[in-house]
């Protein structure tokens, strides 16, 4: 199993600012370094779905270069990702790229409509998956990122809780459910993107979860009573232009929701170093 991790600290990661749209994904071929499985998540969480790493990487702004690493955090507010009362902070710790589903947390954890662009079709899980069952085919990765999210007394709106035309505010009955692909959106403005352009369908939505299908109500949400933390790691798929396929890996970053301008980001992730691009 290969994996890229960021860390700031050895200078792995470089800034750019730019504009931002959300785009579409594709592959090709190549490969990424070995695994470098990071540590546990910074203070103690109350229950968890998946693995914590911190690392480090560069935080984006614009019209310059400005240092910052990982741990990043941002917190939701109400009526912000469907909140009714309290907070959600959001601590992201690190990210890591694998072409490769060997040592997931969740070997499992893909969404059923998870898809990338590839070699001309759509594929959908798992045809995205090669032929010996522990890889992607060629030029198909899967960023991993990995988050603390604790309740500061959050509650989501219920099904109870209706709006002026007398409709559901909310998906379920109990107020400590959240949506794991509410957390967080990977965005891509890279000339390829903007040359074409891609009207941003949601950026790169959530394709993998560590605690898909952990509960009944539905398969990406997590519990969270107030006081409470969770580590969780969401993954988006993503290919490479200079390898066949749609992202330009110097131009992604991580947002709260969907952003046009770099400042809006949370941090930049810059994927295009050699180290992942070539074998």
């Known amino acids: ?73 941002y917190t939701i507010k109400p009526p912000s990702h469907s909140l009714r009362a309290g907070k959600l902070t959001c601590t992201f710790h690190g990210v890591r790229l694998t072409d490769t589903v060997s040592g997931l947390d969740n070997p499992e954890g893909f969404r059923n409509d998870a898809s990338i662009y590839c070699g001309g079709e759509s594929l959908r899980y798992p045809d995205f998956i090669a032929e010996d069952g522990e890889h992607f085919v060629p030029g198909v990765y899967l960023l991993l990122v990995d988050v603390t999210v604790k309740s500061q007394d959050a509650e989501s709106f219920t099904r109870r809780d209706l709006n002026d035309l007398g409709q559901s505010r909310g998906e379920f009955d109990d107020p400590y459910l959240f949506r794991s692909d509410d957390l967080i959106c990977l965005v891509d403005l890279g000339p390829r993107v903007s040359s074409a352009g891609l009207p941003g369908s949601g950026g790169n939505d959530m394709d993998y979860f560590s605690g898909l299908n952990r509960r009944g109500e539905h398969p990406v949400v997590f519990r969270l009573e107030p006081g409470e933390s969770i580590d969780l790691t969401i993954g988006f798929l993503v290919s490479d232009a200079q390898q066949g396929g749609d992202n330009e890996f110097d131009w992604l970053y991580l947002a709260e929701g969907t952003v046009h301008n770099a400042k809006d980001a949370l941090i930049h992730l810059d994927l295009s170093g050699e180290e992942v691009l070539k074998k």
């Open 1 to 73: 199993m290969k994996i890229f991790s960021f860390n700031s600290k050895k200078g792995w990661a470089v800034l750019a600012a730019a504009v931002l749209l959300l785009s579409l994904s594709a592959c090709g071929e190549g490969a990424v370094p070995p695994v470098n499985k990071g540590t546990g998540a910074p203070g103690g969480a109350a229950q968890s779905d998946g693995p914590s790493t911190p690392q480090a990487s560069q935080n984006s702004t614009e019209g310059g270069e400005t240092e910052a690493g990982f741990p990043v955090s």
